[in-house]
């Protein structure tokens, strides 16, 4: 079974960091892209960055580019989120997500950990 | 346009087809596959549809997809009041370097 289980969210103020962690399982995490998405309370789903199955490549939101980072453990099976300089606009719940096939555009998606940020 | 625009709402009794349109530009939806997802309250996203028309196993065959030009569809046929839910459409932007989810659409079942 696919599973997926974030960790790291909490509530901070502006300008603070944070580090989210998704630890996977039941699938071969070197073998597959993984992602964030997220989604504000009451609103939609935002597309926030991709690492590629090696790692080689990332992709980032013009909304975060330059203030997060993702990165990828396979070692762990684990990918991360590195937030930093938060804004009250990246108030959201984060979902990691398993890429489908060779896209890194979601499948499996976690339960979503949630980032509340205050001024 | 980078921007996927979806109806708020839609609805439907039980045992009718109801259809969510998916509009976007020639850099998403006109150069690249739509996926379509289902969102419950409280709950994380799941794969109805990728690549614009295929269904994942488990996905009944009441869910289809279908894609012309810069839009898309899902079609919920035999709708049943489990089917209340979010749905959204995404795809790949080529100007953005990213994916696009639709607006989203929240189906009503009458």
């Known amino acids: 079974e696919i599973q997926l289980l974030e960790s790291g969210g909490g509530s901070v103020q502006r300008g603070k960091s944070l580090r989210l962690s998704c630890a996977t399982s039941?699938?071969?995490?070197?073998?597959?892209?993984m992602s964030w998405v997220r989604q504000a309370p009451g609103k939609g789903l935002e597309w926030v960055s991709s690492?590629?199955?090696?790692?080689?490549?990332?992709g980032y939101a013009d909304s975060v580019k330059g203030r997060f980072t993702i990165s990828r453990d396979t070692s762990r099976s684990t990918v991360y989120l590195q937030m930093n300089n938060l804004r009250g606009e990246d108030t959201a719940l984060y979902y990691c997500?398993?890429?489908?096939?060779?896209?890194?555009?979601?499948?499996?998606w976690g339960q979503g950990t949630l980032v509340t940020v205050s001024s | 346009q980078s921007v996927l625009t979806q109806p708020p709402s839609a609805s439907g009794t039980p045992g009718q087809r109801v259809t969510i349109s998916c509009s976007g530009g020639?850099?998403?939806?006109?150069?690249?596959?739509v996926y379509w997802y289902q969102q419950f309250p409280g709950t994380a996203p799941k794969l109805l549809i990728f690549?614009?028309?295929q269904r994942p196993s488990g996905v009944p065959d009441r869910f289809s997809g279908s894609k012309s030009g810069a839009s898309a569809s899902l079609a919920i046929s035999g709708l049943r009041s489990d089917d209340e839910a979010d749905y959204y459409c995404?795809?790949?932007?080529?100007?953005?370097?990213?994916?696009?989810f639709g607006t989203g659409t929240t189906i009503t079942v009458l």
């Open positions: 997500s398993k890429g489908h096939q060779s896209a890194a555009v979601p499948d499996y």
């Open positions: 690549k614009n028309n």
């Open positions: 995404a795809a790949w932007d080529d100007s953005l370097s990213g994916y696009l």
């Open positions: 020639s850099s998403n939806i006109g150069n690249n596959f």
């Open positions: 690492i590629s199955a090696d790692g080689g490549t990332t």
């Open positions: 039941g699938f071969a995490f070197r073998s597959f892209a």
